[in-house]
């Protein structure tokens, strides 16, 4: 079993930056691939980034290419999402997910990922 647990949320204006971090109970971390999806109000849950177990491999939604950056410490058990010149539609709550598989076409589903966090708000005021 995988714990996982966001932070690093908060209040920003548009064109500011946040740090989201997502540390992973277990000495397995590795063996995970990770993912970062998003639910604003009213919503279904989206995904926003996908990294393999490496580090080496990063997807990305179309919605946030060129500004979010995700990253991983497999040393710290810490997945990281960078997010720089935030939107108003970045305004939601920030879910961490981890996979069991060891590849997968299929990363920008929930239904891939076995273990959440959760959550932590992000706002963007305009």
């Known amino acids: 079993q995988v714990q996982v647990v966001e932070s690093g949320g908060g209040l920003v204006q548009a064109g500011g930056s946040l740090r989201l971090s997502c540390a992973a109970s277990g000495r397995t971390f590795s063996n995970y691939l990770m993912g970062w999806f998003r639910q604003a109000p009213g919503k279904e849950r989206e995904f926003v980034a996908h990294?393999?177990?490496?580090?080496?491999?990063?997807y990305y939604a179309d919605s946030v290419k060129g500004r979010f950056t995700i990253s991983r410490d497999n040393a710290k058990n810490t997945v990281y999402l960078q997010m720089n010149s935030l939107k108003p539609e970045d305004t939601a709550v920030y879910y961490c997910a981890a996979s069991r598989m060891r590849y997968s076409d299929t990363y920008a589903y929930t239904a891939t990922y076995d273990y959440w966090g959760q959550g932590t708000q992000v706002t963007v005021s305009s």
């Open positions: 990294i393999n177990r490496s580090g080496g491999t990063t």
